[in-house]
């Protein structure tokens, strides 16, 4: 893997990761752009206890463009993305309207491939392996920021969840606070280790849904299952076997066997609604322990964390989705219409053959 890091017409740094190491990047950002102007600020709610983002500057950002106006393309000619390039293997660079920006944290874009018309689950796995890459050096270099406490690597894939450019691509937000969701699980952590004389909550959770009936696909090195209490209607939780805090802990074969494994679960979740539907619309979110000090949560260190990815669709079923209503948006209480076993055994239904 060769990297490459350079900057945009505007400041904004960006970074090729290529698969070849002879590959010479160079081209230069030739539009005639603004420096960013940013005003994120972090209100904090005093009665929930959570933060909001306020980025006002957001309204403006491209929506929906025609293909040949996509920003993630490569540069062709005088059509000029935020890529200079004309080609690239993986790209990431800094957000232009950040939600997240400063002393307020960052935000980046992860352009999994050239090809606008692929998606994720098309990549070959040495792609997606070179995206594995991408994510773990993002994360290392976002924790050396002082305004980082957590880096969050995802996918929001599906006009359905949001996504305003069709080009396959994620996003790194690197927050200045641990999220509210890391907050909880760092606490479950915590009182089950006062009570349990030590034990990992992690740890006893992987054991018993690799024991049930909720597994969905094992690898040598990695676990995938529905969980007992899965909030959406199709949803898989990720994790490595050998508990690992950040991306960065991950060994060599389980850097070498997720590209499979990962395709496999993005490929099945395309199938789970029956063949000749429209792609599915997925949430791809990996949690990573924080790398501030976790303050608030008794002998608890960030070692504890273990590193997982979260899979999940909004689609309940064929051209129906799931809406955080009422009970959901209202007072954070899920309610999800397919079983967790019967989601597991459909997700185990459409393996590759
Ligand atoms: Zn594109």
Redesign the pocket.
């Known amino acids: 893997m060769k990297k490459t890091s350079t900057r945009l017409a505007d400041g904004r740094e960006l970074i090729y990761y290529d698969l070849r190491d002879d590959v010479v990047r160079e081209a230069v950002d030739r539009r005639p752009l603004d420096p960013v102007a940013t005003a994120s600020e972090i209100r904090r709610d005093r009665l929930l206890g959570d933060s909001v983002a306020i980025a006002s500057h957001r309204q403006g950002r491209t929506y929906h463009p025609p ?1 040949d106006e ?1 920003p ?2 490569p540069s062709a000619g005088d059509r000029l993305s935020e890529i200079p390039d004309s080609s690239y293997d993986v790209v990431v660079f800094e957000n232009r309207f950040p939600s997240l920006a400063g002393d307020a944290g960052r935000c980046e874009v992860v352009c999994f491939t050239p090809d ?1 018309a692929a998606s994720f689950a098309d990549l070959t796995p040495e792609q997606a392996g070179l995206v594995l890459e991408a994510w773990t050096d993002r994360t290392a270099e976002l924790s050396h920021l002082p305004s980082v406490a957590q880096v969050f690597c995802f996918e929001n894939r599906g006009a359905e969840i949001g996504v305003t ?3 396959p691509h994620g996003q790194i937000y690197a927050y200045p606070f641990v999220t509210p969701r890391t907050d909880l699980m760092l606490r479950s952590l915590a009182a089950f280790k006062e009570t349990s004389g030590g034990r990992n909550l992690f740890d006893d959770i992987v054991a018993e849904e690799h024991a049930g009936e909720r597994v969905v696909l094992e690898g040598e090195h990695w676990l995938a299952f529905v969980p007992h209490a899965a909030h959406w209607p199709y949803e898989v939780h990720l994790y490595p076997k050998r508990r690992v805090p950040d991306l960065l802990g991950l060994d060599e074969g389980a850097r070498a066997e997720f590209p499979r494994v990962y395709l496999e679960l993005l490929r099945r979740f395309d199938r789970v609604f029956g063949e000749g539907q429209p792609p599915t619309p997925y949430i791809a979110a990996w949690h990573q322990a924080p790398f501030t000090a976790l303050e608030g949560h008794a002998g608890i260190n960030r070692d504890d964390f273990a590193l997982h990815l979260e899979l999940f669709t909004i689609r309940r079923t064929s051209g129906k989705l799931k809406f955080l209503a009422g009970s959901e948006s209202g007072m954070s209480v899920f309610i999800n219409d397919v079983p967790p076993e019967a989601a597991a055994e459909r997700l185990r239904e459409v393996a590759s053959s």
């Open positions: 293909a996509c993630l393309c606008h450019l069709g080009h």
